[in-house]
């Protein structure tokens, strides 16, 4: 993520080459000129401009559009994104402070999706009627301006600070509504990351629920899958951003999977789950002395 | 009219030391017939130390000095929170037979006999287990439960914690972490000491050592089903309910080490042709030890419990997302109801999942359904345990009992024929 974050920033400084046909479908904005490949979102948001392009470069961006997905699909969102990350580091600063934040509900979450759709309807359509989604784009104000380019602190510098300060008090509280990683996440179905539940092994404990930056729900509740099966459901909706989040939080052995063609990357499991938490065995000592641990805290 | 009081009173006190003394008997009977299973691992002893101590030598629950215990029920009240505030939980769920025949006559008729036996402590006062806690935690699960929170509150410092009955909707579970919060300003008032994230984290790294120690067990137990004693095991996991939670940790990390040692030696518990059982349903609460003893000695291998006061007890551990005072006690509010298998839940598909993956996990043939006499919630579930288990062509047997032992002899026969035709009806089924 760091990696990726500093070539999507700073890419071209440090290996001296653009691969500019390539754009990822994640939010680096391309005014940053630094960067390693270009961002798939500013066609996306100027479809007009895209539609009066040459035939070679409509396919070329459709072309890599619909390798990334194939092949990462939101695993961009996870481990890619530069804006992701940017949230990323908003939260962790929020638990190392221990400053309590905001869980949200289901309810909550509706509302955030309503606001994803119409934030698409504007990503997508903005162009045509001669609007410019960048002007307001939160990537457009960060990205370029930790490269070392020019600070546009006009409406995207001020959804910027929104993004970080609501990605302080929410994980990824922008992803949420995020236009672009969404139409990356309708290819789920085509991706070769999936995330796979076992529904016997699930306790259904929630954890993942709690844990998933997205809300998504169905994590936890699915008991089976579409053709009656128990193990290896497709649990992955357009939302997921692939993170792993769930399945690190899940306690419960082969419980939850993220696969690759099939084959488990990252897979659930008890011992590592409580090593998370526990201290060592040469430390439970502390803990009986009551007046002890009251100078430790 | 002084000598009618003395006489009262020393009827009253010979009522209480025939109490104690009828009940450290029947302690000492069933702690004696534990020990005597062969192939006792010696890390067993600090265990069944702690049952000696709370039930024959009439002692309070085994702690630090200075921290007040609190009387919790059921497997809802999460002993992080009550860790982090400066008290200790001590599980009350009742197994004795004697204060059981106290309470029968306070309780209805056909009222469970672990509520009956709570009513009969509470009568007779003189457990000091029970009569040292300063406040009374009573989740409302069962209606037997329910009447026992309002029965302990007309006598004692009791809070009841509402349990939500269903859990997929977010709002069951924002209640129940509204619960314990006020949960939490109960224990305030005990311990005088403020919630904090410190607290909670600290509280939380405890018993996450302890789960680690039992995580390590279970996996140990999965890929060794053999490797212990069923009612060995269960008797730790009772002496949870009375121990502090670092001193427990210690025993339990003593334990896995021995093992570990015998079981990569190949020393097993049990040979390798015992019928390996599951035993499920009503809890089974020391010293009302008969159903797992007799089905070892009839030549079972218990292999597994799916019980409350078994691994169940202290089997889900809080997922804490959030490094937050709120964040842990969401995590907190999951962890006991969400992943529950309490029957008291309306939904119960993950009861049915749970056991078929202990079923694989401890390569279990056959699955002793326990009821206690009285114990709805259970007695209903076992339809659906049945159906289930017939698809998998696992048996299953329903057995209830009572907290006496009037029906032992009935129980072994039952139990016997069970364990045969699971040894000898393998054949065919296969
Ligand atoms: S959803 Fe988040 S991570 Fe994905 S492209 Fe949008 S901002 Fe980036
Ligand atoms: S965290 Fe794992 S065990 Fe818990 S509900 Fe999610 S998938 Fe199931
Ligand atoms: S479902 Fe899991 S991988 Fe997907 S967004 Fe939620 S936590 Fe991340
Ligand atoms: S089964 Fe449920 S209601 Fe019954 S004692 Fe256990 S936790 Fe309580
Ligand atoms: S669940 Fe059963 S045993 Fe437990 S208190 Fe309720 S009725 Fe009694």
Redesign the interface.
């Known amino acids: 993520m760091i990696l990726s974050f500093a070539l999507l920033i700073f890419g071209s400084r440090l290996t001296g080459t653009v691969f500019s046909n390539i754009q990822l479908p994640v939010l680096a904005c391309p005014y940053n000129l630094d960067q390693l490949t270009s961002a798939g979102c500013y066609y996306f948001s100027h479809l007009d401009v895209l539609f009066t392009e040459g035939w070679q470069e409509i396919l070329a961006f459709f072309g890599t559009f619909i390798v990334c997905a194939v092949l990462l699909g939101r695993v961009l969102c996870g481990f890619i994104c530069p804006l992701g990350f940017v949230q990323d580091i908003a939260h962790e600063a ?3 402070l ?4 905001v ?1 949200l ?3 909550m979450y509706t509302v955030l999706r309503l606001v994803k759709w119409i934030m698409l309807v504007i990503f997508l359509g903005i162009g045509f009627v001669g609007g410019n989604f960048c002007d307001f784009c939160p990537a457009a104000a960060i990205s370029p301006a930790l490269a070392g380019f020019k600070l546009s602190l006009g409406l995207g510098g001020f959804f910027m600070i929104i993004v970080i300060v609501s990605g302080f008090f929410k994980r990824r509280s922008f992803c949420n509504i995020c236009p672009l990683g969404y139409i990356l996440g309708l290819t789920h179905k085509a991706s070769l990351f999936k995330l796979k539940k076992d ?9 993942c629920y ?2 998933c930056p997205m809300g998504i729900k169905s994590i936890f ?1 699915v ?1 089976e899958g579409k053709k009656g099966e128990l193990s290896k459901i497709d649990v992955t909706t357009p939302d997921c951003i692939m993170c792993g ?1 769930c399945v690190r ?3 419960e052995n082969n419980a939850l999977a993220i696969t690759f063609c099939g084959k488990k990357v990252y897979n659930a499991d ?2 590592k ?3 998370q ?3 060592k ?1 040469d ?3 502390p ?4 007046e002890k ?1 009251d100078k ?2 | 009219m002084n000598d009618y009081i003395s006489r009262q009173g020393s009827a009253e006190d010979r009522r209480k030391a025939r109490f104690l003394n009828k009940s450290s008997t029947t302690a000492i009977k069933y702690l004696r017939k534990i020990e005597d299973l062969p192939h006792k691992p010696d890390a067993l002893k600090p265990f069944t130390d702690v049952l000696k101590h709370v039930f024959v030598d009439m002692q309070g629950a085994v702690k630090p000095q200075g921290v007040p215990s609190v009387g919790t029920y059921c497997v809802m009240i999460p002993p992080e929170l009550i860790y982090a505030m400066g008290a200790m939980p001590v599980k009350l769920c009742g197994g004795s037979y004697t204060a059981f025949n106290v309470g029968d006559d306070i309780a209805p008729r056909d009222a469970c006999p672990l509520v009956k036996a709570i009513m009969g402590f509470e009568s007779i006062g003189v457990m000091p287990v029970y009569q040292e806690c300063q406040l009374m935690a009573v989740p409302i699960t069962c209606d037997c439960k329910k009447k026992l929170a309002g029965y302990l509150a007309e006598r004692r410092n009791t809070i009841a914690l509402h349990v939500p009955s269903g859990r997929d909707r977010d709002e069951d579970m924002e209640q129940y972490v509204r619960e314990l919060y006020l949960f939490s300003q109960k224990l305030t008032e005990v311990t005088d000491v403020e919630l904090s994230y410190e607290r909670l984290s600290w509280a939380c790294g405890m018993t996450a050592a302890a789960q680690y120690e039992l995580s390590r067990f279970i996996e140990l137990r999965r890929k060794y089903p053999l490797a212990i004693k069923g009612t060995h095991y269960m008797a730790a996991m009772n002496a949870i309910s009375y121990t502090h939670i670092s001193l427990w940790t210690r025993y339990m990390h003593d334990l896995c080490d021995e093992i570990e040692a015998k079981a990569k030696r190949g020393e097993m518990a049990s040979k390798e042709n015992r019928p390996r059982i599951l035993i499920t349903g009503s809890p089974i609460v020391f010293p009302n030890f008969k159903i797992p003893l007799l089905i070892e000695e009839m030549g079972g291998a218990l292999v597994a419990d799916e019980t409350c006061m078994g691994e169940r007890g202290a089997y889900d551990p809080p997922a804490i997302v959030d490094q937050s005072t709120d964040g842990i006690m969401r995590a907190l509010a999951n962890k006991s109801t969400r992943p529950c298998t309490c029957p008291t839940f309306v939904d119960n598909k993950r009861r049915v999942y749970r056991i078929m993956q202990m079923l694989k996990d401890y390569r279990v043939q056959g699955v002793i359904y326990h009821v206690l006499r009285g114990c709805l919630v259970y007695d209903y579930e076992y339809q659906v345990m049945e159906e289930e288990l017939g698809k998998l062509g696992i048996p299953i047997i329903r057995i209830e009992s009572d907290y006496n032992e009037e029906d032992v002899e009935q129980l072994r026969i039952r139990i016997e024929a069970f364990i045969e035709l699971i040894k000898y009806g393998k054949g065919s089924s296969k």
């Open positions: 929020r638990q190392a221990h400053i309590e934040g869980s509900n289901e309810k529904a016997v092994a699930c306790t259904e404990c929630g954890a709690e844990a509740t008991r989040e939080r899940c306690p008890r011992m789950f409580m090593k938490y526990a201290p065995p430390k439970y000592a803990f009986l002395n009551h641990s430790h805290e």
